[in-house]
């Protein structure tokens, strides 16, 4: 592996407690690939567009394979950066789970609605297990992996920088955590770019919350700028 990966992640923990006690930072540290940097923003208190944005801008200088994920996303693949690389053969941008389709005023990328109706298997692509350990507490099978979508999840999104830079896209910043991704998928389509999943193991320790009060304002939000 000669190409330079780049893990962008925020936590709220200290640097120390982020490498010993996120599931991040454990299996990172469980597998130190030298290819593999890491730009961590600990004791983190800010929204990840702008924190996001931050190392997007950074690249400009140092090019690398971006992987923005979360910190509670645990690699149980030990070939992750290589089926990455495979990944970017095929599409622009990569994720783990997503949407084949988008609807108006959609939620999220696995809802239909705003009563949260789940979609349709045939719509969906990707594979998620759930939990803190192994094994998990449950695998979520949505649909075939290595689809091109629409909408991904945000715990995983990874490409080469020059295709965000050169494209001019960032990630929305009115956005602190909910929506950020869905808006950002939007933005990659109207940049003619494709989207797709791909087959890559992981352990998530949650499975996303909905229905809070930041959730609701960021989701008006995202329907004022988009208007459906």
């Given at each position: 592996?000669?190409?330079?990966?780049r893990i962008i992640c925020a936590t709220?923990?200290?640097?120390?407690?982020?490498?010993?006690?996120?599931?991040?930072?454990?299996?990172?540290?469980l597998l130190p690939y030298p290819f593999v940097e890491q730009r961590v923003f600990t004791a983190n208190s800010r929204g990840l567009p702008e924190l996001y944005n931050r190392a997007l801008r950074e690249a400009e200088?140092?090019?690398?394979?971006?992987?923005?994920?979360?910190?509670?996303?645990?690699?149980m693949d030990y070939f992750w950066p290589n089926h990455i690389v495979e990944a970017l053969r095929s599409f622009d941008v990569v994720g783990l789970a997503g949407n084949?389709?988008?609807l108006p005023a959609q939620p999220a990328w696995r809802f239909s609605d705003a009563q949260l109706t789940r979609e349709p298997r045939e719509h969906l692509s990707g594979i998620v297990a759930h939990g803190v350990e192994w094994p998990p507490r449950y695998v979520s099978y949505y649909g075939p992996p290595h689809q091109q979508v629409l909408l991904m999840d945000g715990l995983l999104i990874a490409c080469a920088s020059a295709t965000l830079l050169n494209h001019g896209?960032?990630?929305?910043?009115?956005?602190d955590f909910d929506?950020?991704?869905?808006?950002?998928?939007?933005?990659?389509?109207?940049?003619g770019l494709r989207l797709g999943t791909w087959s890559i193991s992981v352990l998530h320790a949650s499975d996303g919350k909905f229905g809070s009060a930041a959730w609701r304002a960021s989701y008006a939000a995202y329907l004022d700028k988009w208007r459906s």
């Open positions: 592996m000669t190409l330079k990966f709220r923990e200290t640097e120390e407690r982020f490498a010993a006690h996120t599931p991040l930072g454990r299996s990172l540290g200088r140092d090019p690398a394979i971006l992987v923005f994920v979360h910190d509670d996303v645990q690699f084949k389709r988008r896209i960032t990630f929305d910043e009115r956005f929506f950020y991704d869905l808006d950002f998928c939007r933005q990659a389509e109207l940049k």
